[in-house]
């Protein structure tokens, strides 16, 4: 089978990696932006090209015979890819721009789920003028101000945090109303966490859960990233949360699923992203994402025991409830290497070095190579994922390969250590009063 991967980041050489071991034996070709060494390395051919592109990435995928493709990055979902590659008669393991918009449209995303009557929805309004927004800012007094459209996960400012009071917050909204319309909603207290699943069009295979890190110094300081690394426990849930807190993340998912096909005409294909914030009254739905996160893609593709191959092909015929999903009881920690100074100034075009990383995982994200060398590109450079029994044990394994790694970087070394993973367990039994 000739499978496309459509993305260059370390989500697309995760999501290569795990094809280049499936026992079908398939042959792997990208489309990406930059030459991602790590992706190249494992495919048959590649095409240098913006995954925006679509007419070009179409014409690549049928040069190249593609049966499957597999979309990673949100923007190609916003441009109609799928869709054009599906009118092309090429699969797509990825939803049409008809349901993808439940990412790249958090306005469309948060009216769907009320008038569904969707469970997790936090109180909201959009706004395109000014002075009813500032208003209903004044009225809710602790705030998340939303961008209605994409932002690469850096949009999202809250009160308390990046905003510290309310004058900020009008003055952030106010400044979003110019190009986009503006989701203004409660500010929501507790504990993130990320569950992904696999999905057919009406059945879902759930991965286990991760937490996300978006800071980007230690203690959770500075400002937000595209995710500065992230972990998951052995077994399913995470070491703050309750059995009845996944149960509820996957009811509203798949009622999600259901209301998509329901009001669109057409099934959600690939993988559902549900960002939770796990609150004194449950899981609410900070946001859902239509692919795989990065970078908990990175943690949940290298424990999937069962054959990828053969998870697309049950995506793509709508057979999901027929394959047996397994992950095997292991747990993760990843780690990035980020450009010294991201996000806001980082550094460019900077060698990468990578030396002996042991046990742990390489993932290559926002780099290019020449003359055999690896350089930053001002993006998130390179991750490492450690794999062991325990949280404890990954974090090592993640940790020592990390310092193996040189150039003029910077990265977190309290992801997946006991004492941050302590403080979400106490902050959660504050959050719940007990």
């Not at 995954?51 to 990055?73: D, L, M, Y």
């Not at 747990?331 to 460019?348: F, I, S």
């Not at 994200?365 to 044990?393: C, F, P």
């Amino acid at each position: 089978m000739n499978i496309l991967i459509v993305g260059g980041g370390g989500r697309e050489h995760a999501i290569t990696a795990t094809l280049a071991r499936s026992r079908k034996d398939p042959s792997l070709y990208a489309v990406m932006s930059k030459k991602n060494p790590g992706i190249v390395r494992l495919c048959e051919d590649f095409l240098l090209e913006k995954e925006t592109n679509v007419e070009k990435v179409v014409e690549f995928a049928v040069r190249s015979n593609i049966q499957i493709a597999v979309i990673g990055p949100e923007a190609p979902l916003a441009a109609g890819l799928a869709d054009a590659l599906e009118d092309a008669g090429i699969s797509v393991a990825g939803p049409r721009k008809t349901v993808a918009e439940i990412e790249f449209n958090k306005a469309w995303a948060r009216n769907f789920m009320k008038e569904n009557k969707i469970e997790g929805c936090p109180g909201f309004k959009v706004f395109t003028e000014r002075e009813p927004m500032e208003a209903f800012i004044e009225k809710l007094g602790d705030v998340a101000i939303k961008p209605a459209g994409l932002t690469g996960g850096k949009g999202v400012k809250v009160m308390g945090d990046q905003l510290p009071d309310l004058d900020a917050a009008k003055e952030y909204a106010a400044g979003l109303l110019a190009g986009d319309s503006v989701v203004v909603e409660e500010n929501l207290k507790g504990e993130e966490f990320t569950l992904q699943a696999f999905v057919d069009g009406e059945h879902l295979a759930f991965m286990p859960t991760v937490q996300d890190h978006k800071r980007a110094f230690e203690s959770d300081l500075g400002p937000n990233t595209g995710g500065m690394g992230s972990y998951n426990a052995p077994g399913e849930i995470l070491p703050f949360l309750v059995e009845d807190d996944v149960i509820q993340a996957k009811k509203i998912m798949k009622d999600t699923v259901a209301a998509l096909r329901k009001v669109t005409g057409i099934g959600y294909k690939g993988v559902l992203y549900g960002q939770f914030m796990i609150t004194a009254k449950g899981p609410r739905v900070v946001e859902f994402n239509a692919r795989f996160g990065d970078p908990e893609a990175m943690n949940v593709l290298p424990l999937l025991e069962t054959d990828y191959v053969d998870v697309l092909s049950a995506i793509v015929t709508g057979s999901l409830d027929r394959l047996d999903v397994r992950f095997s009881g292991k747990a993760t920690v990843c780690k990035y290497a980020v450009p010294a100074g991201y996000p806001d100034n980082p550094t460019r075009d900077r060698e990468v070095v990578v030396g002996d990383i042991g046990e742990a995982l390489l993932f290559y994200s926002s780099v290019y190579e020449k003359d055999n060398r690896v350089y930053t590109t001002g993006s998130r450079a390179v991750a490492v994922v450690g794999i062991a029994d325990s949280i404890a044990g990954a974090e090592v394994i993640a940790q020592k390969a990390l310092e193996n790694i040189t150039g003029d970087l910077h990265s977190r070394r309290d992801i997946g250590t006991s004492d941050l993973i302590q403080k979400r367990i106490d902050h959660m039994k504050e959050i719940r009063g007990y």
